[in-house]
């Protein structure tokens, strides 16, 4: 019963979702796929799902983490694809694409240079980091960083358990994809593989235009999933690398050196904390 329930709240979320096929079977001409109808512009009310109110007094624990999502990891690839944008339909981007997309026309004016928001970027400095021009034999040459230069994303959240659900929620306050240094693109006799956070989104200020991007579905291409959901229902793979502690919020790498399995076990024994920090909220 429950698992039908899901079902058909996963469907009710969908069935509104755009993509470049709307209008695709009554279209007369080719302008007139993906342009909706003044009905169904009245009739659309598709937006992100808004987040309830937590009053402080509600979170009897909280952790904050950062973790890191390989887009090398299959789980990932719909964070990454597409690359290659000629063959793809306009509403089908990158995650790097549609994060760009919006600060550049301004519905994202929350980029930051680090993930504790003390420093906010202009279009101006995080175009420094993605556009590198570079003179050679007299020539200019351009060089950018693009999607398939990002290696992952770096993504910051809070672990709380709300007293007045009685359970324990997550919520993803900040976002940064990791890419290359564009300095050494292209550059002769430099192999940087290094990623680097390129910038800090804050995330709440980002979630329509995560929500009107959509990732392919490959079981229903009829109905597309949105950024927006995927992030919010944590459907990737990552790994803790570092959490709020004492000694700064030191990352893992800083006191587990030289040994990425033991760096890997330790991940885990911070992930294996928040989960058993639950059931220990019902013990008396």
Same mark, same amino acid.
């Given at each position: 019963?429950?698992?039908?329930?899901?079902?058909?709240?996963?469907? #009710?979320?969908?069935?509104?979702?755009?993509?470049?096929?709307?209008?695709?079977?009554?279209?007369?001409?080719? !302008?007139?796929?993906g342009v909706?109808?003044?009905?169904?512009?009245? &009739?659309?009310?598709?937006?992100?799902?808004?987040y309830?109110?937590?009053?402080?007094r509600?979170?009897?624990?909280?952790?904050?983490?950062?973790?890191?999502?390989?887009l090398?990891?299959?789980?990932?690839?719909?964070?990454?694809?597409?690359?290659?944008?000629?063959?793809?339909?306009?509403?089908?981007?990158?995650?790097?694409?549609?994060?760009?997309?919006?600060?550049?026309?301004?519905?994202?004016?929350?980029?930051?240079?680090?993930?504790? #928001?003390?420093?906010? %970027?202009?279009?101006?400095?995080?175009?420094?980091?993605?556009? *590198?021009?570079?003179?050679?034999?007299?020539?200019?040459?351009?060089?950018?960083?693009?999607?398939?230069?990002?290696?992952?994303? %770096?993504?910051?959240?809070?672990?709380?358990?709300?007293?007045? $659900?009685?359970? %324990?929620?997550?919520?993803l306050?900040? %976002?940064?994809?990791?890419?290359?240094?564009? $300095?050494?693109?292209?550059?002769?006799?430099?192999?940087?593989?290094?990623?680097?956070?390129?910038?800090?989104?804050?995330?709440?200020?980002? =979630? $329509?235009?995560?929500?009107?991007s959509?990732?392919?579905?490959?079981?229903? &291409?009829?109905?597309?999933?949105?950024?927006?959901?995927?992030? !919010?229902? =944590?459907?990737f793979?990552?790994?803790?690398?570092?959490?709020?502690?004492?000694?700064?919020?030191? &990352?893992?790498?800083?006191?587990?050196?030289?040994?990425?399995?033991? $760096?890997?076990?330790?991940?885990?024994?911070i992930?294996?904390?928040?989960? *058993?920090?639950?059931?220990?909220?019902?013990?008396?």
């Amino acid at each position: 019963m429950n698992r039908n329930f899901l079902i058909l709240f996963f469907a #009710f979320l969908t069935s509104g979702f755009l993509n470049a096929q709307v209008n695709l079977l009554n279209a007369k001409s080719v !302008n007139q796929i993906g342009v909706e109808s003044a009905e169904q512009l009245l &009739a659309d009310n598709d937006g992100p799902i808004p987040y309830g109110y937590v009053d402080d007094r509600d979170v009897m624990w909280s952790k904050v983490v950062w973790e890191f999502v390989d887009l090398n990891q299959k789980i990932n690839l719909p964070y990454y694809f597409p690359i290659d944008t000629t063959n793809t339909a306009s509403a089908r981007r990158s995650l790097f694409d549609t994060l760009i997309r919006g600060i550049r026309e301004g519905e994202i004016k929350e980029a930051y240079s680090d993930s504790y #928001f003390t420093s906010k %970027m202009t279009q101006e400095e995080i175009n420094s980091r993605l556009v *590198n021009v570079r003179k050679q034999n007299g020539y200019e040459d351009t060089y950018r960083v693009q999607s398939q230069d990002i290696g992952g994303y %770096m993504l910051k959240g809070m672990w709380y358990f709300d007293k007045r $659900q009685g359970e %324990m929620k997550y919520r993803l306050l900040a %976002m940064a994809p990791m890419g290359k240094d564009v $300095q050494t693109i292209g550059a002769e006799g430099i192999e940087d593989e290094t990623l680097y956070e390129l910038f800090w989104i804050f995330f709440p200020t980002a =979630r $329509q235009t995560l929500h009107d991007s959509k990732v392919f579905n490959p079981d229903n &291409a009829s109905h597309p999933i949105s950024y927006d959901h995927l992030l !919010n229902a =944590r459907r990737f793979s990552s790994v803790i690398v570092r959490e709020e502690n004492i000694y700064g919020n030191r &990352a893992i790498s800083d006191y587990v050196r030289g040994n990425s399995l033991f $760096q890997l076990l330790e991940a885990d024994k911070i992930k294996e904390d928040i989960r *058993n920090k639950e059931i220990d909220m019902w013990n008396y």
